[in-house]
């Protein structure tokens, strides 16, 4: 099936500072990603649709100034975390949406764990 | 706005069935009912579909009812490495923008 890539798994940074989380589909182009945020003990929530070409989708609640999103090219989607403060601590998941006619399910990222100190 | 209501946790003996249940009496038409699951500090990872019709693949079977508003996921023979969260999703094909509830924890025990 096909594949669906983050990096970094995981970071560690400082209060205040930004990081930039990479999601990337390795055998096939992806015109649509998604971006999910996952607190400890609870489910995936949407943060944002990604689209290549044009300006993310954010959900509501979600601060697109906070949480910028760059689909630059047809197998990356970046999410840049800026200012990052330690409620930013989460584990972040992307997924993209397969080709036509590649099937019917989308395809998950490992995840990125974020720590903000 | 959840669409699907599952058991919060259940646990199943390792070697044995595992039936996890899943109640979308709201579902539409055109709507499909999907599953994954999540390990641990995983991704997501797609299982099965289904839209009426029962399916089996090399990881579960899927029954669905003949009114379709709830669907029964089948491990057949579950692992220690079948211990996750299940999630089950009803959605339109063409939709990926996925809503997760909370799931299902299931803890395969030895």
């Known amino acids: 099936g096909a594949v669906v890539s983050q990096h970094p798994s995981w970071v560690i940074c400082k209060s205040g500072t930004s990081v930039k989380i990479e999601c990337r589909s390795l055998?096939?182009?992806?015109?649509?990603m998604f971006w999910y945020r996952q607190f400890p003990k609870q489910s995936l929530m949407l943060m944002a649709t990604s689209n290549e070409g044009s300006k993310a989708t954010y959900e509501q609640g979600v601060e697109k100034d906070k949480f910028l999103i760059n689909h630059a090219s047809l197998t990356l989607s970046t999410l840049t975390v800026t200012s990052a403060h330690p409620e930013d601590s989460s584990f972040y998941i992307c997924?993209?949406?397969?080709?036509?006619?590649?099937?019917?399910?989308?395809?998950f990222g490992q995840g990125t764990r974020l720590t903000v100190v | 706005d959840a669409k699907t209501t599952q058991p919060t946790s259940m646990d199943c003996a390792e070697g044995r069935a595992a039936n996890l249940p899943c109640n979308h009496s709201?579902?539409?038409?055109?709507?499909?009912v999907y599953w994954y699951r999540q390990i641990h500090s995983q991704g997501p990872q797609y299982i099965i579909h289904g839209l009426k019709n029962n399916e089996t693949n090399e990881m579960a079977s899927l029954i669905i009812t003949e009114d379709r508003k709830s669907s029964t996921l089948i491990l057949p023979h579950a692992t220690l490495r079948d211990t996750a969260v299940y999630y089950c999703i009803v959605r339109v094909a063409n939709d990926y923008k996925l809503s997760f509830g909370a799931g299902t924890t299931v803890t395969v025990r030895a």
């Open positions: 997924s993209a949406r397969p080709p036509q006619g590649a099937g019917a399910e989308a395809f």
């Open positions: 055998d096939f182009q992806a015109t649509t």
């Open positions: 709201t579902i539409s038409g055109n709507e499909y």
